[in-house]
Structures are given as C-alpha cells and as structure tokens.
C-alpha cells in the first residue's frame, strides 16, 4: 500500500479476507532531480513585492475541495492580506469555481490557471502550497511541493498527516472548518521566519523519506523477504 490511509481502506473492504500484517506500507517516491532549486518559473506567476503566492493543484472536483480555498481567499482579502492564489487542474467544476470566484469579486486573488505542464516550474513560483483536499489515498503533490522547499496547509484528513508534519513541514487545519485553515494559512503568510523553517524541513523530510531509490530498495528486500 502506498500509505496506511491506503491500508485502512483496504482491510476495511478486505480486511475478511487479508490479514493486516501482510501489507506492507512503501511511500511513493520521486526523482532526485525534483530537488533542485534551479530552474524555469511559471511565466504565469508573476511575483510582486508583499504579495505572497499561494498555489494548489490538482483535479478540480469534489474531491479536491478547491471551494474551501475560495472561502479561505476570501477571509484573507477581508484581512487586507497582499495574496494571489493559483489554482493549477482541470476538472467539471471549472466553470462552477469561477462563478463563485466572480460572485465573489476575487478575480484579482485567484487565478484558474487549467491544465499545467511543468509541475516544477509552478512548484518554484509560489510561497506556500494550500491543499483542500477532502481525502488522499497518498497525497503525491504534497510531496512536490515540500521537494521544493514549499511549506503546505492542508486539512488534518486522511494521509497528509503521514506526510505533512505539523508544526515540522507544514500546518494541519481541522476539516473542513475555512476558518482553521485560514488561520494557519495566515500565520505562515505573517511569519517569514517560520515560512522558511517548515520550507526547509519539509525538503529534508523528502530527503529522508520520500526518495524513489531507496523506496525502491525498500520494496526490493519486502519481495525477497515475503
């Protein structure tokens, strides 16, 4: 399994049929190469001073919750916070996310940027990496990020707790309340310091778990020992 989130819901649909201690849980895990730092930006994002540059990506569906993300932008701007949210995927609720961003007058704040290609560019051009998602089996673009040296907010649901490590890599808000994420979110966007503490942290801990040779070296001595 590719997290214990995983596991749990296998053994509740199989858990008749398997026993628990014959799965094994290996992360998934990424290039080396991700780690770097250098590298193209998103022409799309453009940086401004004070601004700080929030990013999610992912599906945009049910699933994915990026409507939290527009309550939470709009708590934000109620604060007079210098924010710009990008929001990379496609999905069916497209045209129902920006009719809300629209009924909310915040097109200036979030920007619907469809389908992104390079991953890591957009990953270099923000500051914070916001993830609403409702459920994870293995949160993989969190993982990206923090590669990235990205701090993450996401909801304390699911997997993201297995990878995101509260108050270490990133902040955790209670689901599915706007207003705990908007405040851990703000509390990163105030403090610089501790902005860069949970980027550099959530890098190490990739370093430390999530590198794709030593999963692989990791599932090679499961196969040859089970």
Excluded at 95 to 116: C, H, M, P
Excluded at 152 to 175: M, Q, R
Excluded at 200 to 219: C, G, M, N
Aim: glycine share 8%; charged share 25%; aromatic share 6%.
């Amino acid at each position: 399994a590719n997290s214990q989130e995983t596991k749990r819901t296998m053994l509740q649909h199989l858990g008749k049929y398997i026993d628990a201690d014959k799965i094994a849980v290996i992360y998934h895990g990424i290039d080396e190469k991700l780690l770097a730092d250098e590298g193209n930006k998103l022409p799309q994002i453009e940086a401004q001073d004070g601004t700080i540059i929030l990013g999610n990506a992912g599906r945009l569906t049910l699933q994915k919750g990026q409507q939290h993300l527009i309550e939470v932008a709009e708590k934000l701007k109620a604060k007079n916070i210098k924010f710009k949210l990008y929001i990379a995927g496609t999905g069916e609720l497209q045209q129902k996310l920006q009719d809300s961003i629209t009924a909310r007058n915040l097109e200036k704040e979030i920007i619907l940027l469809g389908f992104v290609a390079d991953m890591e560019a957009f990953m270099r051009s923000i500051d914070v990496f916001v993830l609403s998602s409702s459920w994870e089996g293995f949160g993989f673009v969190i993982v990206e990020a923090m590669a990235k040296g990205k701090p993450v907010v996401a909801f304390d649901i699911t997997s993201n707790p297995e990878i995101v490590t509260d108050g270490k890599t990133g902040l955790l808000a209670l689901h599915p309340e706007a207003n705990d994420f908007t405040s851990k979110t703000l509390e990163i966007i105030k403090n610089k310091v501790l902005r860069e503490q949970l980027g550099y942290q959530a890098k190490q801990s990739v370093i430390d778990r999530f590198l794709i040779k030593e999963r692989i070296t990791e599932l090679e001595e499961y196969l040859l020992n089970n």
